[in-house]
T-cell receptor, first 115, second 112 residues
Framework: DAKTTQPTSMDCAEGRAANLPCNHSTISGNEYVYWYRQIHSQGPQYIIHGLKNNETNEMASLIITEDRKSSTLILPHATLRDTAVYYC????????????????FGTGTRLKVLA | NAGVTQTPKFQVLKTGQSMTLQCAQD?????MYWYRQDPGMGLRLIYYSASEGTTDKGEVPNGYNVSRLNKREFSLRLESAAPSQTSVYFC???????????FGQGTRLTVV
């Protein structure tokens, strides 16, 4: 499984875009990039995922470089409620031998949105 | 539709005691997972299950057993609790095709 590297922490001003980078230089062609976040001590919450193309949903945008070795999660207008730990995960497109997918989390980026 | 429900929410055990953490999902998902999260750390996968009757070891399975009782329920058992197992335990489930995993709110376990 490809590993990911993220900065330990970041700050962002409220109302500004938050750009969270993730390095996954060992990613293979059939592996997806997933982003989750964990607010305070709650269970992680899915944000977005992508394979090659950039993706956007109501929560965020995901920009994947052409060589797929890194990606950036963009929260376009960060609010105080976006303060959380953000996890970048690389997940194979194929299942395990038992027929499921494994989600392996790293240590994430602690984003603090400042008023 | 409650999603993923974990019980209990909090538990204190003495070293050597046993207990079972319960997890149930009502989304008809095939896959279920157990993670632990130590203070200030990321989540680590303990066990996972692709379907009823199948379970696989994750990153940190030692000291734990699991049971996939049916499609809805996936339990985690500590046979002889140790202080090193003090952690927050999260259960998750994901559907066939695995577009995303849904997490419960966690069980905060302290072993003294």
């Amino acid at each position: 499984d490809a590993k990911t590297t993220q900065p330990t922490s970041m700050d962002c001003a409220e109302g500004r875009a938050a750009n969270l980078p993730c390095n996954h230089s060992t990613i293979s062609g059939n592996e997806y990039v997933y982003w989750y976040r964990q607010i305070h001590s709650q269970g992680p919450q899915y944000i977005i995922h992508g394979l090659k193309n950039n993706e956007t949903n109501e929560m965020a945008s995901l920009i994947i470089t052409e060589d797929r070795k890194s990606s950036t999660l963009i929260l376009p207008h960060a609010t105080l409620r976006d303060t959380a730990v953000y996890y970048c995960i690389v997940r194979p497109s194929g299942t395990t031998t038992s027929g499921t997918y494994k989600y392996i989390f790293g240590t994430g980026t602690r984003l603090k949105v400042l008023a | 539709n409650a999603g993923v429900t974990q019980t209990p929410k909090f538990q204190v055990l003495k070293t050597g005691q046993s207990m079972t953490l319960q997890c149930a999902q009502d989304m008809n998902h095939n896959s279920m997972y157990w993670y632990r999260q130590d203070p200030g750390m990321g989540l680590r996968l303990i066990y996972y299950s692709a379907s009823e009757g199948t379970t696989d070891k994750g990153e940190v399975p030692n000291g734990y057993n699991v049971s996939r009782l049916n499609k809805r329920e996936f339990s985690l058992r500590l046979e002889s609790a140790a202080p090193s197992q003090t952690s927050v335990y999260f259960c998750a489930s994901s559907p066939q095709g695995g577009t995303e995993a849904f997490f419960g709110q966690g069980t905060r376990l302290t072993v003294v």
